[in-house]
């Protein structure tokens, strides 16, 4: 069985940072499309960013541009979201997940096939 495990969340003053790990088991991350969700309080899940498989291509939403940055460590079969600079509108539970494709293809959640149990990110003073 598949899983994807998110860890790193917690509570964070605004302007500062919090590493995100999605770790996988029972398949390889570098062969899947992988990106994070966040989902606000009383809203949907809105994707932030996503790594590519084949080439390693990043793609970060302009809201968190410049602020957040996807990476992965293949020999760890982990995908890390490094999130700086954060503000109270990031808070949320943030999510990761994969796609049955090497190619970040957007972020539609209902074309990812795999799911993590998310990690609560929150910022406030």
């Known amino acids: 069985q598949v899983q994807l495990v998110e860890s790193g969340g917690g509570l964070v003053q605004p302007g500062g940072s919090l590493r995100l790990s999605c770790a996988a088991s029972r398949f390889t991350l570098d062969r899947y499309a992988i990106a994070w969700f966040r989902q606000a309080p009383g809203k949907g899940r809105v994707g932030i960013s996503c790594i590519s498989a084949r080439d390693g291509r990043t793609y970060t939403v302009d809201s968190v541009k410049g602020r957040f940055t996807i990476s992965r460590d293949n020999a760890k079969n982990t995908v890390y979201l490094q999130m700086n600079s954060l503000k109270p509108e990031d808070t949320g539970v943030y999510y990761c997940?994969?796609?049955?494709?090497?190619?970040?293809?957007?972020?539609?959640?209902?074309?990812?096939?795999?799911w993590g149990q998310g990690t609560q990110v929150t910022v406030s003073s």
């Open positions: 997940a994969a796609d049955d494709s090497p190619y970040c293809l957007g972020y539609d959640p209902y074309e990812y096939d795999w």
